[in-house]
């Protein structure tokens, strides 16, 4: 257990339906990363935030994609009118020295 | 251009022989990080272990060293007596400098290793 959590773990959705993840980091790290990871990948930056700033964002995050981070605590991410190539595995990341990740929420869009 | 380069997408081992994942990277920032990851079916990213680019010795933890050799751009995972539950995916990753900015992690295609009995 790394001390990040997300919820759901799993979330199984229809083609334009919303969707919201949350993800808790360890409570004293105020950077907190969103990766996607699509089957046989590695995982992809989506955005960084520095305690409730949002500081970069990738070229991957697209208009139906947005992040907060109110008060620097807890993360969510909602994509919006969901497709099938929004299936992937999203990731949390709260890093020290290693980056630890959360559990992930594998996401299925049907 | 690829950061990180993974030629091995399987590797198939006997159980108790010790493995080496591959990984190249490249980068002209002089302070990086690089990192290797296990991904069991399950889909948890662990950390496995982390070479900073000056540490002068190589990284090891438990059964897992890091053969850095910075001059060929190398960052090559050892798995010693390897066990059955070492079969996964290994992701080689590295975050380049920049204190003050995102220090976000780039990827490796990974290598799916399997552990034969």
């Known amino acids: 257990d790394t001390g990040v959590s997300q919820d759901p773990r799993h979330k199984i959705t229809k083609r334009g339906q919303n969707v919201t993840f949350r993800c808790d980091p360890i409570s004293e790290h105020n950077r907190l990363y969103w990766y996607r990871q699509t089957l046989g990948q590695g995982p992809e930056f989506l955005t960084y935030?520095?305690?409730?700033?949002?500081?970069?964002k990738s070229r991957l995050l697209s208009d139906r994609f947005s992040a907060e981070r109110p008060k620097g605590s807890f993360s969510t991410l909602e994509i919006q009118r969901t497709e099938q190539g929004d299936s992937a595995m999203y990731l949390c990341?709260?890093?020290?020295?290693?980056?630890?990740f959360g559990p992930g929420t594998r996401l299925t869009v049907l | 251009a690829q950061k990180i380069t993974q030629t091995q997408p399987g590797m198939f081992v006997q159980e108790k022989e010790a493995v080496t994942l591959d990984c190249t990277y490249d980068t002209s920032d002089p302070s990086y990080g690089l990192f290797w990851y296990k991904q069991p079916s399950s889909g948890e990213m662990i950390f496995l272990i982390y070479q900073g680019s000056y540490d002068q010795q190589n990284a090891t933890e438990g059964r897992y060293s890091l053969n850095f050799q910075k001059a060929r751009k190398s960052a090559n995972l050892v798995i010693s007596a390897s066990q059955l539950g070492d079969s996964a995916m290994y992701f080689c990753?590295?975050?380049?400098?920049?204190?003050?900015?995102?220090?976000?992690?780039?990827f490796g295609q990974g290598t799916r290793l399997t552990i034969n009995p």
């Open positions: 935030f520095q305690n409730e700033a949002q500081l970069e």
């Open positions: 990341a709260s890093p020290d020295n290693e980056q630890f």
């Open positions: 990753a590295m975050r380049e400098g920049r204190i003050q900015g995102a220090q976000k992690l780039v």
